[in-house]
């Protein structure tokens, strides 16, 4: 039974800073594409960023230079470190994974993802 696990969500204020780890279970980790994604209210889920097993990340244009994705194979963790937080990245983050091995580069599409987190709650106020 694979489970991801996200934690580190809460409360800012605008310019802070929360790091959200997703603890993977069940599922070989170190051998595929994990990804964090975020959903607004009433709005459409989106892709935040991506890192294949090698280091090759992606970003969401709108958090570039603010949040930094990685991974610790040995530990089984995903983390997204999220600075200069804004109103406006307020959301759910989930963790995703894919579970067959993934040939191209790191991918944002959440069709190309097999397991998803129960999400955490992010909200950053003015």
């Known amino acids: 039974q694979v489970q991801l696990v996200e934690s580190g969500g809460g409360s800012v204020q605008s310019g802070g800073s929360l790091r959200l780890s997703c603890a993977a279970s069940g599922y070989t980790y170190s051998s595929n594409l994990m990804s964090w994604f975020r959903q607004a209210p009433e709005k459409e889920r989106e892709g935040v960023a991506a890192i294949l097993k090698d280091g090759r990340t992606t970003y969401a244009d709108s958090v570039k230079g603010r949040?930094?994705?990685?991974?610790?194979?040995?530990?089984?963790?995903?983390?997204?470190?999220?600075?200069?937080?804004?109103?406006?990245?307020?959301?759910?983050?989930?963790?995703?994974?894919?579970?067959?091995?993934?040939?191209?580069?790191?991918?944002?599409?959440?069709?190309?993802?097999?397991?998803?987190?129960?999400?955490?709650?992010?909200?950053?106020?003015?």
């Open 67 to 126: 949040f930094t994705i990685s991974r610790d194979n040995a530990k089984n963790t995903l983390y997204l470190q999220m600075n200069s937080l804004k109103p406006e990245d307020t959301a759910v983050y989930y963790c995703a994974a894919r579970s067959a091995y993934w040939y191209w580069g790191p991918s944002l599409q959440q069709s190309d993802y097999t397991y998803w987190g129960q999400g955490t709650q992010v909200t950053v106020s003015s």
